[in-house]
């Protein structure tokens, strides 16, 4: 039986890259046999970053109605918000007395974050990683989709259970493997081709927004980057062209299709031609879950009721996870 967890910020809006990149895929583990998925809202990890309170409720209950709105089926996955079930900040400071300051300052994620100013970053956002790892081996999961990005964690996470296993000479937690597949599975800013389509780019027009309307999508595509080459007729000719290649890359995901083919299709046409048919295959595909997502945001204590479910049943496979790892590191009965 395989068990896959993975989770996302509730920081802002969700954009091509987040839909692409992670919840397209997500939804189709959902319909394997032998998978259990489980979704999470990562709320405490939002908080390692300034952030305010009342947008950060509304924005974990807006990333699980996304989540529901991109296909996954409360019904086959477990959506969940993460400070629901306290288990994770539990395992979290059990899991940190086993991580190296060493291995953390190697984090690019955290030298990334906390800039010049690695002094005054706070330890939320320096045990960010061992908060994730708990997120995983509280379920004992063994697949974790995640982004190019995130591999490093995910090695840590690794890194955390074999340390756990031998200083106790147990074969307790599994090693979660990481999952990065998918058609997309690094979509790249309309602006630059060779950076990561990101929320925290300041540039609106770096991304296309779950929510953006039709003449926004149309505007962006327009106007993203290109240079001045019709499209060739192989995927090798692509190398050298970073902004080409994710546009062509974008459009086979969406168009359900190998690249090879959507680059037939478009084989000796300029971007002119290109731009306004990937535009509308953007607005196509995004429309249903726009709809759906809008629907959603009308009846939130809707979301509120299977996001709290689905953390009752979170807490049911965390709660004897966190209690056998009391009993083996020589903690107090829970
Ligand atoms: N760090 C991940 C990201 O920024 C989010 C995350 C937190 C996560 N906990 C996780 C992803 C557990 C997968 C599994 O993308």
Redesign the pocket.
């Known amino acids: 039986m395989k068990r896959i ?5 509730p920081t802002s809006q969700l954009h091509l890259g987040n839909y692409l990149g992670a919840l397209k895929n997500w939804v189709s583990f959902q319909d394997k046999q032998d998978t259990e998925c489980l979704y ?1 809202v ?1 709320d405490l ?1 939002a908080i390692t970053v300034a952030y305010e309170p009342e947008v950060l409720k509304k924005a974990s209950l807006e990333i699980a109605a996304a989540y529901i709105a991109a296909g996954i089926d409360p019904k086959k996955s477990t959506i969940f918000v ?1 400070s629901a079930v306290p288990e994770h900040s539990q395992l979290m400071w059990l899991l940190g007395t086993m991580a190296q300051m060493g291995k953390l300052q190697r984090m690019t ?1 955290f030298k990334d974050k906390a800039g010049k100013n690695a002094e005054r970053a706070g330890l939320g956002l320096f045990a ?2 061992v ?2 790892a708990a ?2 081996l509280i379920y004992k ?1 063994t697949h ?4 190019e ?2 591999k490093q ?1 995910l090695e840590l996470t690794r890194d955390l259970a074999s340390t756990f296993n031998t200083k106790f000479d147990i074969d307790f937690f599994p090693h979660p493997e990481p999952v990065i597949t998918g058609p997309a599975p690094r979509v790249m800013s309309l602006r630059d081709g060779t950076k990561k389509m990101s929320k925290s780019e300041p540039s609106d027009m770096s991304r296309i927004n779950l929510t953006d309307d039709a003449d926004t999508i149309l505007k962006k595509i327009k106007k993203a980057k290109t240079d001045p080459e019709p499209l060739p007729d192989s995927l090798e000719s692509l190398e050298e062209r970073p902004e080409a290649l994710n546009l062509i890359t974008l459009y086979a995901a969406l168009a359900n299709e190998a690249k090879e083919d959507s680059l037939k299709r478009f084989a000796g046409e300029s971007f002119s031609v290109f731009k306004p048919a990937f535009a509308e295959l953007v607005i196509e595909s995004f429309a249903p879950i726009t709809n759906e997502m809008n629907k959603l945001m009308q009846d939130i204590d809707q979301v509120q009721k299977i996001v709290d479910s689905g953390s009752e049943k979170s807490r049911d496979i965390a709660a004897p996870v966190l209690r056998d790892v009391h009993k083996i590191m020589g903690l107090s009965a829970l």
């Open positions: 967890l993975s989770g996302m910020q999470c990562v990890h993460q994620q960010y990683p908060l994730m997120d995983i999961a974790v989709p995640v982004g990005d995130q964690h």
